[in-house]
């Protein structure tokens, strides 16, 4: 039993920074500048991690993780098909690698929390789409987080032996 998730650092408002600055930066870092953007001077747009860092009863390191429901986070299909054919999630290429992988493996919850990485290489054109699922699976992905209503990104990427920054924020 567990909930699925897309990353909430994808939301507008997910860490602090300025816009027009393209500053973005966790709460200990918005902490330690006194809420003011180091680049301009101005106040800086807080974000939802700002307010749930407040009113955290302990550190994230401490959570009894037997006490929640678990949770697995995914990227869209399309998306993950697009970053690496280097094209829009909306591209008529990612429309058919997505139809063909719904027609030979099933559902786009299947295919990128269940099935076999192996039986997913068989039918891809692009095996480094197989990759990229087996490294989302891993919680090997690259983050940016959104922040004062740009929208966060995050890429399920295909590099064999990628390894994450200790913080998903990169």
Do not use: W
């Not at 180091?38 to 302990?58: M, Q």
């Not at 027609?103 to 076999?116: A, M, T, V």
């Amino acid at each position: 039993m567990y909930t699925i998730e897309f990353y909430p650092e994808e939301g507008i408002y997910h860490a602090d920074g300025h816009r027009d600055c393209k500053f973005v930066c966790l709460p200990k870092e918005t902490k330690k500048n006194k809420g003011i953007c180091p680049v301009c001077k101005k106040p800086l747009t807080i974000g939802v991690l700002y307010r749930v860092d407040e009113l955290a009863d302990r550190d994230e390191e401490k959570v009894p993780m037997d006490e929640f429901v678990p949770h697995r986070y995914i990227i869209p299909l399309r998306e993950v098909i697009g970053e690496v054919l280097a094209v829009g999630s909306k591209s008529k290429t990612v429309d058919r690698e997505y139809q063909n992988l719904i027609k030979n493996l099933g559902s786009e919850f299947n295919i990128l929390l269940y099935r076999k990485i192996e039986e997913i290489e068989k039918v891809v054109s692009d095996k480094n789409i197989a990759l990229s699922i087996a490294n989302m699976r891993a919680g090997k992905v690259k983050v940016s987080p959104g922040y004062d209503g740009v929208y966060g990104k995050v890429q399920a990427v295909f590099e064999k032996g990628y390894k994450p920054a200790q913080s998903r924020l990169l």
